[in-house]
């Protein structure tokens, strides 16, 4: 996952030394987008796991790393989306709120699926 994670931020790097978002078409800006949600992913997840596993113990690794990747995976989604927004000049106070309300029942909705999994 590190590995992973490195290689995403040296294509993110790239991504914003190179494509001018002003003259680029829309393959410029998905390898953008999607470098930044790798990127992010990787660093929460990896954080997450870390948090997981060496501070609160848990004694599977597996439950960790799935727990984190989703949550990662929510959080990476939001970052992107919120960043799409702005630049598009569509962000706002009700699309914010509609977006974390959005993840929040989506979190709620994986959660309840992985409980109902695990039975």
Request: hydrophobic share 65%.
């Amino acid at each position: 996952m590190t590995i992973g994670t490195i290689g995403a931020f040296v294509c993110l790097v790239l991504a914003v030394l190179t494509i001018d978002p002003f003259a680029t078409n829309w393959l410029g800006l998905a390898l953008f987008y999607s470098s930044l949600m790798v990127t992010v992913m990787g660093l929460v997840s990896i954080i997450g796991f870390i948090f997981r596993f060496v501070i609160l113990r848990n004694k599977l690794a597996a439950s960790a790393v799935i727990i984190s990747f989703r949550q990662a995976f929510v959080i990476a989604l939001l970052i992107a989306l919120t960043l799409f927004l702005l630049a598009h000049r569509l962000f706002s106070w009700l699309n914010m709120t509609l977006l974390i309300v959005g993840f929040t029942v989506l979190e709620f909705i994986l959660i309840s699926l992985s409980l109902h999994h695990d039975e």
